[in-house]
């Protein structure tokens, strides 16, 4: 589908750049907004004269972009806060070599959730269990990868011990014996 914009009489076409652009200047107004709002706040209000149509079609894929985007900030904020050792800026003293005073202020305007479908939460106004919940939701996710991650190699090893080249021909040579 090629987007464009629906302008009076005449359609233009709509650079993906464009939308791209609003939804950074969108995240950077709107820091503690849910994700749908503001992408469609960047549809409807972008002045690119998007159909109702156009909305519901492009929705989920500008939700994605602002989630995907607020995420590389926040991560970028955390890794200018934490050192390699996980060890967090001390909030009173020297803050610990990588980090500085700046970095953590900056980290705490920051929001994340603390578990799928949960409200947003600022860094800095986060409690200690509401980390630990997004801990714990964190590990739980890292889990389910590490699970399927060891399900591909499981397949791959199939593979390997059947000497074929996919799970295919491995029962087909199976259902052959």
Not at 133 to 141: I, P, S
């Amino acid at each position: 589908m090629r987007l464009q914009s629906t302008n009076e009489a005449h359609c233009t076409p709509v650079s993906p750049i464009t939308i791209y652009e609003q939804v950074g200047i969108e995240c950077a107004r709107f820091q503690h907004v849910d994700a749908a709002t503001v992408a469609h706040r960047v549809l409807v209000e972008s002045g690119l004269g998007f159909t109702q149509k156009q909305i519901d079609y492009l929705l989920p894929v500008v939700v994605a972009a602002v989630n995907n985007l607020r995420r590389t900030q926040v991560r970028s904020a955390e890794s200018a806060v934490f050192n390699k050792s996980r060890r967090p800026v001390a909030v009173t003293g020297t803050p610990p070599l990588g980090s500085d005073i700046r970095a953590l202020r900056a980290l705490l305007s920051k929001s994340f959730r603390v578990d799928k479908g949960a409200d947003l939460v600022s860094w800095g106004k986060a409690t200690a269990a509401q980390h630990r919940q997004r801990a714990t939701a964190l590990r739980n996710q890292a889990r389910g990868v590490q699970e399927t991650a060891g399900r591909h190699e499981t397949a791959a090893q199939l593979i390997d011990d059947t000497g074929t080249s996919c799970l295919e021909e491995a029962l087909a040579k199976k259902d052959a014996a």
